[in-house]
T-cell receptor
Framework: GIQVEQSPPDLILQEGANSTLRCNFS?????LQWFHQNPWGQLINLFY???GTKQNGRLSATTVATERYSLLYISSSQTTDSGVYFC?????????????FGQGTILTVHP | EAGVTQFPSHSVIEKGQTVTLRCDPI?????LYWYRRVMGKEIKFLLH????????ESGMPNNRFLAERTGGTYSTLKVQPAELEDSGVYFC???????????????FGQGTRLTVV
């Protein structure tokens, strides 16, 4: 099956810093989503981005499907950005939305 | 509009007991998925319903797990009898009907943290 790798596994920042999280996948995809797992364990949708670039406030994401990677940019980080960031994909040729997750990037933002 | 809702949020049971988890998807979402994360590993797919029909249950670990989706609305996931390795967080997700072969965005519940002691 498709493999999803996220990097870095851990990231520690000072408030105000910028960061880039990466998601590599091993095959073509029909769907790609980025999630933020908050301290209460809930998975919050950040982006639904099988290709192209999207922005939402301080966050933006780019997926280059032909090169099999996606990037999540966080600018001017805040302590509330702390948590685990997951990338998840639906393998190409799959007619429904079974997601395969990466192992996550643990982000800690210090004040 | 209410999001995906899961009950209970936490459950602690003894090995050998039975536990039933419930998921209420977003209204109108035909697709319902169960996932779980055990021991800090990746979140893994368990099964997928389209309305009341199971489309894919390839991720179910063994026959101690039984999922149902009555009338295509809410879903339950029963673990009977529970074992220690079943501990983890069980997530439910839902999405709209796929259109023109394209998958639609999935939305997740807050998860149920299951601890088997």
């Amino acid at each position: 099956g498709i493999q999803v790798e996220q990097s870095p596994p851990d990231l520690i920042l000072q408030e105000g810093a910028n960061s880039t999280l990466r998601c590599n996948f091993s095959d073509s995809v029909n769907n790609l989503q980025w999630f933020h797992q908050n301290p209460w364990g809930q998975l919050i949708n950040l982006f639904y981005i099988p290709s192209g670039t999207k922005q939402n406030g301080r966050l933006s994401a780019t997926t280059v499907a032909t090169e099999r990677y996606s990037l999540l940019y966080i600018s001017s980080s805040q302590t509330t950005d702390s948590g685990v960031y997951f990338c998840a994909v639906v393998a190409g040729g799959t007619s429904y939305g079974k997601l395969t997750f990466g192992q996550g990037t643990i982000l800690t933002v210090h004040p | 509009e209410a999001g995906v809702t899961q009950f209970p949020s936490h459950s602690v049971i003894e090995k050998g007991q039975t536990v039933t988890l419930r998921c209420d998807p977003i209204s109108g979402h035909d697709n319902l998925y169960w996932y779980r994360r055990v021991m800090g590993k990746e979140i893994k797919f368990l099964l997928h319903f389209v309305k009341e029909s199971k489309q894919d249950e390839s991720g179910m670990p063994n026959n101690r797990f039984l999922a149902e989706r009555t009338g295509g609305t809410y879903s339950t996931l029963k673990v009977q009898p529970a074992e220690l390795e079943d501990s983890g967080v069980y997530f439910c997700a839902s999405s709209q009907e796929s259109r023109w072969g394209l998958n639609t965005e999935a939305f997740f519940g807050q998860g149920t943290r299951l601890t088997v002691v």
